[in-house]
């Protein structure tokens, strides 16, 4: 299998997954891009996030 061009992947703890669903998880990540995993954190700790917040996002990049 390969990385499509769009594809994004994620990684996080439920540290996350307990304070934002899937839908404003993937709604943040196609908007902010570079910021996206501070703006994540940020909310979720806002949200009374009290565990560990660990998140990974990769993206394919331009070969060149």
């Known amino acids: 299998d390969t990385?499509?061009?769009d594809d994004i992947i994620l990684l996080c703890s439920d540290g996350l997954t307990t304070y934002?669903?899937?839908e404003e998880i993937h709604n943040?990540?196609?908007e902010k891009k570079?910021?996206?995993v501070?703006?994540?954190?940020?909310i979720?700790?806002?949200?009374g996030g009290?565990?560990?917040i660990s998140i990974i996002i990769a993206r394919r990049e331009d070969e060149r």
């Open 3 to 5: 990385i499509n061009e």
């Open 20 to 22: 934002l669903n899937n």
């Open 28 to 30: 943040i990540i196609i």
């Open 34 to 36: 570079d910021n996206a």
């Open 38 to 42: 501070e703006d994540l954190i940020q």
């Open 44 to 47: 979720a700790s806002e949200r």
């Open 50 to 52: 009290r565990d560990d």
